[in-house]
Nanobody
Framework: QVQLVESGGGLVQAGASLRLSCVGY????????MGWFRQAPGKEREFVAA????????EYADSVKGRFTISRDNAKNTVYLQMNSLKPEDTAVYSC???????????????WGQGTQVTVSS
């Protein structure tokens, strides 16, 4: 019932910044809490960040606190992940997802996008 399309990934050097976008189609994203996840080759998918549907709170993985910022623009039906001070260990496919929970959380997500590749060189 909702399509999610991520963009903004690329190959950058350590210390650089990227802004990922997650655009929703068919349905408004304002009804969902939104999360960002990442998965590196051979590793499990891990939680990165989440923002509540009311845009009142956010949650971050310890590994990205102080470097990444999640935000949303309901008028554009888009969720962003601003990534600063990127490290090689940030290399992964980043995906966004929806949750019906009204607050930011690390699990309980339903719809998923296909992801965008982020590669950080040393």
């Amino acid at each position: 019932q909702v399509q999610l399309v991520e963009s903004g990934g690329g190959l950058v050097q350590a210390g650089a910044s990227l802004r990922l976008s997650c655009v929703g189609y068919e349905r408004t994203l304002s009804r969902y809490t939104m999360g960002w996840f990442r998965q590196a080759p051979g590793k499990e998918r891990e939680f990165v960040a989440a923002i509540s549907r009311s845009d009142e709170n956010a949650e971050y993985a310890d590994s990205v606190k102080g470097r990444f910022t999640i935000s949303r623009d309901n008028a554009k039906n888009t969720v962003y992940l601003q990534m600063n001070s990127l490290k090689p260990e940030d290399t992964a496919v980043y995906s966004c997802a929806t949750s019906l929970f009204p607050y930011a959380r690390r699990d309980g997500y339903g719809y998923w996008g296909q992801g965008t590749q982020v590669t950080v060189s040393s």
